[in-house]
């Protein structure tokens, strides 16, 4: 479950690249833009800000999702959907992203999507 809080090989993420910003894009339309970007712990997510699409609030996307990133575009695709992001543990608190139980309700939850379009055993 670990590799749900890595960028995969080929996405076009450079380390050290700020992506805050950059648009989200979802398997099926666009759900936000980038917050920030954190790393607590090796555990590298986004915190997108999905605007009035989720009525104002926030989501914690693991970087084992991201599909791509278009740094000309400055835009992320996603492996999942936007009611995928949509029905993720809920993100209330910048607290959260430290909180060891809430990561644990994240990674479970995207590892169960089989993010790059692979299936799960």
């Known amino acids: 479950m670990d590799g749900i809080w890595s960028y995969p090989a080929g996405s076009g993420h450079a380390a050290g690249e700020d992506l805050t910003g950059y648009d989200v894009v979802a398997a099926d339309r666009t759900i936000g833009h980038v917050e920030r970007e954190d790393g607590h712990h090796g555990m590298w997510h986004l915190v997108v800000d999905t605007g009035v699409w989720l009525f ?66």
């Open 56 to 121: 104002g609030r926030s989501a914690v996307v693991p970087a084992g999702v991201v599909r791509s990133v278009d740094t000309q575009a400055r835009s992320i695709v996603l492996s999942c959907t936007g009611d995928q992001v949509k029905e993720a543990p809920r993100f209330t608190t910048d607290s959260e992203t430290m909180d060891p139980a809430y990561l644990a309700a994240v990674a479970e939850y995207y590892h169960r999507l089989a993010p790059h379009g692979t299936t799960t055993a």
